[in-house]
């Protein structure tokens, strides 16, 4: 590690220990309600970003992991300590992940798309069918002592994990194969790569974290019904996020992150029967405007800049 690297790990330390002591601050209900939201959608679309950004490969299926996550520890909270179930919901997400992409990443363009689209759907079906006819209630209740401000400083552990795990990643051989793997699948498969394994690799630990956030961010609900657990609006809004900030930089999501998150809150308060109309306009918008995200967008001004100064 080089001094300039050690100088933003440490600037990274700094920023998160500030933001640890936010629960702290008197009379800031609503602003930690809205730092939940964005530390929440921060690992998403970052952990999003670690598998579908050196890929290519769109996943929608973030809904299924995040609801799983969520539902084991609506399901299991009366029976077993709650750190016990955020460790399982992590475990399922991954096993889920594994079967996932051991059947998927084989698979392509829109049919990898439409797949994942459909296992969160397909998992609510059964969930629900599953409530319906055994237990005679379409949801759950979460009933716990667990504040938000604890739920916060989890959100924020996890967002610092998966800021670690992506740097990491970066480093390492597997980064490098994927980066080969998203410039041109046949040339990795050529080099020796064995693409389908580092995808499942990266699908995976997505996957983990995914259900993490679920299962931290349970507690935060009082009733759980797999039309909330389950909602195909919470992967599209994770992937615009992502496409918006950029997915080629491991803080890229985090730009689009936090503007999106305000945004969305203005949005769902003033014109709350549009939000689906609303969120396929702004995919829309974003892939044909700027495709590479917003720090992409910066990334290459800067490069023009440079080079007519050059000139």
């Known amino acids: 590690m080089n ?20 629960p702290l601050l008197k009379d800031a209900s609503y602003l930690l309600s809205l730092s939940v939201e964005i530390a929440m959608y921060t690992v998403l679309a970052t952990s999003w970003a670690l598998f579908s950004g050196p890929t290519h490969y769109i ?45 998927t990443l084989r698979l392509s363009g829109v049919y990898f798309v439409i797949f994942t689209l459909g296992l969160a759907e397909l998992i609510r079906q059964v969930v629900t069918w599953v409530q319906n006819n055994f237990t005679g209630s379409r949801g759950l209740y979460v009933l716990t002592n667990i504040t938000q401000s604890i739920i916060f400083w989890e959100l924020l552990a996890l967002a610092a994990l998966v800021f670690l795990v992506g740097w990491l990643v970066a480093r390492s051989r597997l980064g490098f194969a994927l980066r080969i793997i998203g ?3 046949l040339v990795a498969a050529h080099s020796g790569i064995h ?11 997505s996957g983990i974290f995914a259900a993490l956030v679920g299962a931290v961010i349970a507690p935060r609900f009082t009733y759980i019904e797999p ?5 195909p609006e919470l992967s599209f809004q994770v992937v615009i996020m992502a496409l918006l900030g950029g997915v080629h930089r491991l803080w890229g999501p985090l730009v689009g992150v936090i503007p999106f998150t305000l945004l969305w809150e203005l949005i769902a308060a003033h014109f709350p029967t549009q939000t689906v109309l609303l969120l396929g306009l702004a995919f829309l918008l974003i892939v044909y405007f700027i495709p590479n995200g917003v720090v992409g967008g910066i990334e290459s001004a800067l490069e023009r800049f440079r080079g007519s100064q050059r000139g």
């Open 227 to 231: 039309g909330i657990a389950f909602s």
């Open 3 to 22: 001094r300039r690297e050690l100088g933003g790990v440490v600037l990274v330390a700094v920023v998160f220990g500030l933001l640890a002591c936010l």
């Open 183 to 185: 410039n041109d699948e």
């Open 195 to 205: 693409s389908a394994a580092a995808k499942l690799v990266l699908f995976v630990i």
């Open 59 to 103: 996943s929608l299926a973030t809904a299924a992991f995040y609801g799983l996550g969520a539902y084991l520890v609506a399901a299991g909270i009366n029976v077993f300590p709650y750190p016990v179930l955020v460790g399982l919901a992590g475990i399922a997400g991954g096993v889920l992940a594994a079967l996932v992409g051991l059947a």
